[in-house]
C-alpha cells in the first residue's frame, strides 16, 4: 500500500483486533477468576482510550480538521499580541506601550467567547473579557521588574474565540524573550517544543536584530523557524521594506521570511467589518420601508448609502462608510495565510508520517505484551491440568477411605444405641438382702417415645457424615455450587435411611416388648441371664436392618456423589482450557 492513510487504517484494523482479543481474554480471566482479572481490565481501558486517540488523530488529519499549533514567540514589543488580533480580526489580544503579554494565552476555536484561567494546582477559573486583559497583561512597569507573580502562579489562560481562522490553527501567545523578565524567557523556551510551527515576530521598523537576539535564535536551530517581519508599514517605501527584509533573512537560515503590516491589517479588517455592518443596516431599513408599501432604492456614492424614495427620489436615510485604510498591506495578509495553509498540509503530511509510525510502533508493542501473555496462558492451561489431576486424586482417596470410616462409626453408635434402650425399656431391682429379690421391669412406653429416643442416637452419626462430606470439600478447596445437587441426595438419602432404620427397629422392639413380662426371681445367676437376654435382644432388634447394607447404601450414595462432583470439576476445567486456547488461538492469528 503506497498510501500512508490506507496503511494507517490497515495498522489501525489490527489494532482494533488486538482489542478484541484483549476484550476476550479479560472475560476469560474474569470467568476462571484469574488473580489478573483487574489488571487486564485496566489494560483494555487504556487501550481502548489508545486506539481512539489514534482513530480521532488520524480522522482528523486525513479531513483537514487537525488544528496546526501555532507558537508566535519574538522579543518584546513586536507587535506580536496585535499580529495575533490581526488575524482573528478583533482586538481580543491586550496590547500595551510596556512588554504586554503576562501569561500563555492558548486560542482555540469556540462557538462563543469565552476565557478560562487554569493553574497548575488543577483549578480554573472563567474570566470577563476585562480580568482576561488584566491577568495576561502586565499591570505596571514593577512586573516587568520583578515577575509580580511566579511561575508556579501563573495561569495558562484558554481562550475561545469563533474565529474561522481557529477552526484550522490553535495560536500560542507568549510573552517572548528578552523582555527583562528571566521568568518570562523561561515561559516562552518552555512552550516552544510544544507547538508545531514557530512564528518569529521581528520588528520591520526597527530593521535589525541584536546580538542577544540572535545568539538566541542560533540556540533554537533544532526548530524550525518562520520569522514574520512586522511593522512594515512604518517603513515609507517598498525598497525600504524590501531592504530590511533582506537584511533579516541573511542573519539566520528561516523557513520562511514573510512581510507583516499587523496594525493595519487588523484596522482594515475592523473597518470592512463596519462597513458590512452599515451594509446590513440600511438593508434592514430598506425592508421595513418595503413592508409599509414604501418602494426605494438603495445608492452609493462618496463613501456614502443613500435610502431613496422611488416616488419623489428624495433622501430618506443616509450611512457613511467608514474609509477603508490599509489595503496595500492585505496582500502580506493574505501571504501569511497561503503560507500557512500550504505548511499545514506539508506538516499534516509529516503528522500522517509519525501517526504511521507510532501505530506501528505501538502495534509491535503490543504484540510482545500478547506474547507475554500467551505464555502466562499456557502456564495456566497447565496449572489447571495439574489442579484437576490432583483433585481427582484426592476425590478417589476419599472414596477408598470413607467406606471404613462409615463401619466404624457405625459400629461406635449401635453400642451406644444398644446401652440407651436397653436402659429406656426395662428397670432393673437388685437386692440382695436376706430376701434376696431380683426384678427386670418392662416399662410403659409408646412407639413414638420410642422413635424419639432412636432419632436423637441416630442423628449425631448420620450428621457426622455428612460433615466428613462438606469438610473434604472445604479442606480440599472445592466448590460446594460444583456438587450442590449430591449435596441435597446426600441429605435425602440419609434421611430416609434413618426414617427406615428407627422404623424397623421399632417394629422389632415391639416384638421384644410383647414376649416380655415382668420377670422376678431369687436366683442371682438367672437374673444376669436374663439381663444378657435382654441387651442381646436389644442389639438384635435394632438391626434388624443389616449392618453390612446399611453401610454399603451410604457408601454407594457417597460414591455416587463424589462421581458427579469429579464429573463437574472435569467439565469445568475443561470449559476453562477451552477459553484458554481461544485466546490462544486469538493471539496467534495476529500477525
Known amino acids: 500500500m503506497e498510501n500512508p492513510t490506507e496503511r494507517i487504517e ?29 489488571q ?9 482510550n489508545n486506539l481512539y486517540d489514534f482513530y480521532n488523530k488520524h480522522q482528523k488529519i486525513t479531513k483537514g480538521e487537525e488544528p496546526l499549533t501555532i507558537g508566535i514567540v519574538g522579543t518584546f514589543k513586536t507587535g506580536k499580541s496585535t499580529l495575533i488580533n490581526s488575524l482573528i480580526g478583533e482586538k481580543l489580544m491586550g496590547v500595551d506601550g510596556r512588554p504586554a503579554t503576562f501569561c500563555i494565552s492558548i486560542l482555540k476555536y469556540g462557538d462563543v467567547p469565552k476565557f478560562i484561567a487554569v493553574y497548575k494546582d488543577g483549578t480554573n477559573k472563567s474570566l470577563l473579557r476585562k480580568e482576561y486583559i488584566e491577568l495576561s497583561t502586565r499591570q505596571s512597569d514593577q512586573d516587568i521588574e520583578v515577575g509580580c507573580i511566579e511561575n508556579n502562579h501563573r495561569p495558562i489562560i484558554e ?84 531592504k530590511v527584509v533582506d537584511y533579516i533573512s541573511n542573519l539566520y537560515p528561516f ?40 418602494e426605494v432604492e438603495i445608492h452609493y456614492k462618496e463613501h456614502k448609502f443613500s435610502l431613496i424614495d422611488r416616488k419623489s427620489m428624495k433622501e430618506i436615510d443616509a450611512y457613511a462608510l467608514p474609509h477603508l485604510n490599509g489595503t496595500e498591506f492585505i496582500d502580506y495578509f493574505n501571504g501569511l495565510k497561503a503560507y500557512l495553509e500550504e505548511l499545514k498540509k506539508k506538516i499534516n503530511k509529516l503528522k500522517l508520517e509519525k501517526l504511521e509510525n507510532d501505530s506501528d510502533s505501538y502495534f509491535c508493542q503490543q504484540l510482545r505484551g500478547l506474547e507475554q501473555v500467551k505464555d502466562d496462558l499456557l502456564k495456566e492451561l497447565e496449572k489447571n491440568e495439574k489442579i484437576l489431576h ?19 462409626k457405625y459400629k461406635n453408635i449401635e453400642e451406644c444405641i444398644v446401652q440407651s434402650m436397653k436402659n429406656s425399656l426395662f428397670s432393673y431391682k437388685d437386692d440382695p438382702g436376706f430376701w434376696s429379690s431380683y426384678s427386670i421391669t418392662l416399662k410403659n412406653m409408646e412407639i413414638s417415645e420410642l422413635e424419639s429416643i432412636l432419632r436423637k442416637q441416630l ?8 460433615r466428613d462430606y462438606l469438610d473434604f ?38 416384638g421384644i ?79
Not at 517 to 537: A, C, M
Open 10 to 38: 490497515h495498522r489501525l484494523n489490527k489494532l482494533k483486533s488486538i482489542k478484541s482479543v484483549y476484550e476476550l481474554i479479560y472475560d476469560t480471566y474474569k470467568y476462571i477468576g484469574n488473580d489478573k482479572t483487574e
Open 40 to 48: 487486564t481490565n485496566d489494560w483494555v481501558q487504556l487501550f481502548s
Open 159 to 242: 481562550v475561545y474565540h469563533p474565529s474561522e481562522i481557529l477552526r484550522q490553527y490553535n495560536i500560542i501567545d507568549t510573552p517572548g524573550f528578552s523582555s527583562l523578565s528571566k521568568s518570562d524567557d523561561e515561559i516562552t523556551r518552555n512552550w516552544i517544543g510544544k507547538v508545531d510551527l514557530l512564528l518569529w515576530v521581528f520588528d520591520g521598523f526597527k530593521g535589525s536584530i541584536d546580538r542577544e537576539e540572535l545568539k538566541l535564535l542560533k540556540s533554537l536551530k533544532e526548530r524550525e523557524i518562520v520569522a514574520v517581519v512586522n511593522r512594515l508599514d512604518l517603513k515609507d517605501s517598498h525598497d525600504k521594506r524590501k
Open 255 to 294: 523557513k520562511a521570511v514573510l512581510w507583516y503590516a499587523a496594525q493595519p491589517i487588523l484596522d482594515y479588517t475592523l473597518q470592512l467589518a463596519e462597513r458590512r455592518y452599515v451594509f446590513e443596516g440600511i438593508q434592514k431599513k430598506a425592508l421595513n420601508y418595503v413592508d409599509t408599501g414604501k
Open 390 to 408: 490432583e483433585k481427582k486424586k484426592r476425590i478417589e482417596n476419599f472414596k477408598c477411605d470413607i467406606q471404613e470410616n462409615i463401619k466404624v
Open 459 to 466: 442423628e449425631p452419626f448420620l450428621r457426622e457424615i455428612e
Open 473 to 510: 470439600i472445604q479442606r480440599n478447596e472445592l466448590n460446594e455450587n460444583d456438587n450442590t445437587q449430591g449435596i441435597k441426595d446426600l441429605k435425602s438419602i440419609l434421611e430416609g435411611l434413618s426414617d427406615t432404620y428407627i422404623g424397623h427397629s421399632c417394629y422389632a422392639l415391639v
Open 513 to 591: 416388648i410383647t414376649m416380655w413380662q415382668d420377670f422376678k426371681t431369687g436366683n442371682k445367676k438367672l437374673y444376669e441371664q436374663w439381663k444378657k437376654i435382654v441387651e442381646e435382644s436389644i442389639r438384635c432388634a435394632i438391626c434388624a436392618i443389616d449392618e453390612g447394607l446399611f453401610c454399603v447404601i451410604i457408601t454407594g450414595t457417597y460414591d455416587s456423589i463424589l462421581d458427579e462432583l469429579i464429573s463437574s470439576i472435569e467439565k469445568k476445567y475443561h470449559e476453562y482450557n477451552a477459553k484458554i486456547k481461544s485466546c490462544i488461538d486469538s493471539i496467534a492469528n495476529i500477525n
